[in-house]
T-cell receptor
């Protein structure tokens, strides 16, 4: 049982490049989330998907798009990366009103 | 005002002492409260969750919730050096999916 799997683990992008962060969970959870974590800022919610077919903005959605491909997969896309998007990105999943389980994170650097 | 506030610390306690971590939240409709531990370079992992007013104990950990004061805390008894980590408070509204995290409190337990 892998839990929540994110790919890639590390990525360096040049300003203006695009990329997609992939996330998959095998716990049959309905809800999935994307967070970013910056020093001193804690985890900030980018987007979430309450259930398959729905997505909603979180606290910091600007510059990102998401796709809930199916119940298992939830991807995060940066269309035109900026240095301000340098961060650690975490994907998580949960059932309603229960705790979230996190992936191992993706360290993204935009130069 | 941030939705979930924590003292960033660092909080330093000697081995064997009680560590007290505090969190306040702004949304009175919040119903689910979580404490996560995050070691440096790792993903957050759940320690405790609490839904009702009062105390909830699990081993050396006790979560306390006071909805009237919009306050939730985590007590760690008999603190160990291995408890040194950042502790994240998280809050979710009733039937909601948008889990919001505080910035975290860094705890150091001195041997």
């Amino acid at each position: 049982n892998a839990g929540v799997t994110q790919t890639p683990k590390f990525q360096v992008l040049k300003t203006g490049q695009s990329m997609t962060l992939q996330c998959a969970q095998d716990m049959n959870h309905n809800s999935m989330y994307w967070y970013r974590q910056d020093p001193g800022m804690g985890l900030r919610l980018i987007y979430y998907s309450a259930s398959e077919g729905t997505t909603d903005k979180g606290e910091v959605p600007n510059g990102y798009n998401v796709s809930r491909l199916n119940k298992r997969e939830f991807s995060l896309r940066l269309e035109s990366a900026a240095p301000s998007q340098t961060s650690v990105y975490f994907c998580a999943s949960s059932r309603v009103n229960t705790e979230a389980f996190f992936g191992q994170g993706t360290r993204l650097t935009v130069v | 005002q941030k939705e979930v506030e924590q003292n960033s610390g660092p909080l330093s306690v000697p081995e064997g002492a009680i560590a007290s971590l505090n969190c306040t939240y702004s949304d009175r409709g919040s119903q689910s409260f979580f404490w996560y531990r995050q070691y440096s370079g790792k993903s957050p992992e759940l320690i405790m969750f609490i839904y009702s007013n009062g105390d909830k104990e699990d081993g050396r950990f006790t979560a306390q919730l006071n909805k009237a004061s919009q306050y939730v805390s985590l007590l760690i008894r008999d603190s160990q050096p291995s408890d040194s980590a950042t502790y994240l408070c998280a809050v979710r509204p009733t039937g909601g999916f948008k889990t919001i995290f505080g910035a975290g409190t860094r705890l150091f337990v001195k041997a």
